[in-house]
């Protein structure tokens, strides 16, 4: 008798081990590691953990871009909403996310890849982008700014191409409405909107920009009426169609 309580304690036990250890298998890793903080960010390396920001609205945490990514087949931007949304720290290592198209159709109020941003950005190339929308605001990086965007390029279209005198009203290569920190950063491309339309920043509210470096060809098209028409800059100057941004800084 003492034989089989025996035997039963042991397999019982054995059970028990291979299903914790099973479980422990099946856990999911979060990103590609790092655990969320300013000192162990976590890993970004595919589109995938792109997605797992935007879909486990997990925008208090930290990331880093461990490689570029492109996301030709992977429309899934943008992120937050236009009154709450990155809160952290999301460091592109100088590394770029590649080839994003997205035009948003429901009337939400802003559209880009952050469409809020509280936090900082750095780091971060955005090359060959074409975003647009039928809003108030669109932008290549960030809508509303009220953190740190550092060290950012931006390459590709945004705005409505074909119709610019029915786009959005506010529209920057980087971010359409700032009341935060802009530093050293360009765009190269087309920039499209009907009211406050600049290569860099469509309306600086209440913000400051300062460097913005490497000198890019910025096409901007504006509709009629357009209040105010920026030089590839900030919100100013006189219409023109095709400009050459002069860096600010050395």
Known sequence: MKKVL?????????FMSCGTSNESVRMPIKYGGGSGTV?????????????????????????????????????????????????????????????????????????AIFRYNGGTIKNLTIENIDISGNNSQVAGLVAINYGTIQNCNVSGTVGKNEDPYNGALVVGGICSSNL??????????????????????????AGTISCLSAPSNVVILKGEGASYFGPGYINNG?????IEIVPLCD
């Open 6 to 14: 025996i035997l039963i304690v042991i397999s019982l036990f054995v």
């Open 39 to 111: 000192s162990d960010p976590y890993l970004i390396t595919t589109s995938v953990h792109l997605a797992k920001i935007i879909n486990d609205e997990d925008y208090n945490s930290n990331f880093k871009l461990m490689n570029d990514i492109d996301l030709s087949n992977d429309p899934i931007f943008p992120l937050g909403t236009c009154t709450e949304g990155f809160e952290g720290v999301f460091d592109g290592n100088g590394f770029s996310l590649k080839n994003i198209s997205y035009t948003q159709t429901d009337g939400n109020g802003c559209t």
């Open 180 to 205: 935060g920190i802009i530093d050293t950063v360009s765009f190269n491309g087309t920039v499209i909107g009907s009211d406050y339309v600049a290569g860099i920043v469509g309306l600086n509210k």
């Open 238 to 242: 006189d219409v023109i169609d095709t």
